[in-house]
Nanobody, 124 residues
């Protein structure tokens, strides 16, 4: 079992920045990918960014150049630095953990463990 707890969400104006954090606990040695997903009301849960155990990173087109995913394996922490935020970035953001390799690790169905989410609201 893996437990994930997100923090760092909040309300910012367009153009601002936020840093999301995710604390992992439990059997974290089993994790192959960690990812950030987001879900706006009435919308599907979309992948934002993912990072593999070895450090390779993957980004959705909407996140490229603005968001940076990183991890601190010693602290069992995952981060998402979000810059140049736009109103369309407003959503609940979830941290997730996948146990198997994948060609493109930004699909929600590939992830087994999820956090409870942290809300990000960007005003214009």
């Amino acid at each position: 079992q893996v437990q994930l707890v997100e923090s760092g969400g909040g309300s910012v104006q367009a153009g601002g920045s936020l840093r999301l954090s995710c604390a992992a606990s439990g059997y974290t040695n089993s994790i192959y990918y960690m990812g950030w997903f987001r879900q706006a009301p009435g919308m599907e849960r979309d992948g934002v960014a993912a990072i593999a155990r070895g450090g390779s990173t993957y980004y959705a087109n909407s996140a490229k150049g603005r968001f940076t995913i990183s991890q601190d394996n010693a602290k069992k922490m995952l981060y998402l630095q979000m810059n140049s935020l736009k109103p369309e970035d407003s959503a609940m953001y979830y941290c997730a953990a996948a146990l198997q390799s994948a060609w493109w690790p930004l699909t929600a169905s590939q992830y087994k463990y999820w956090g409870q989410g942290t809300q990000v609201t960007v005003s214009s």
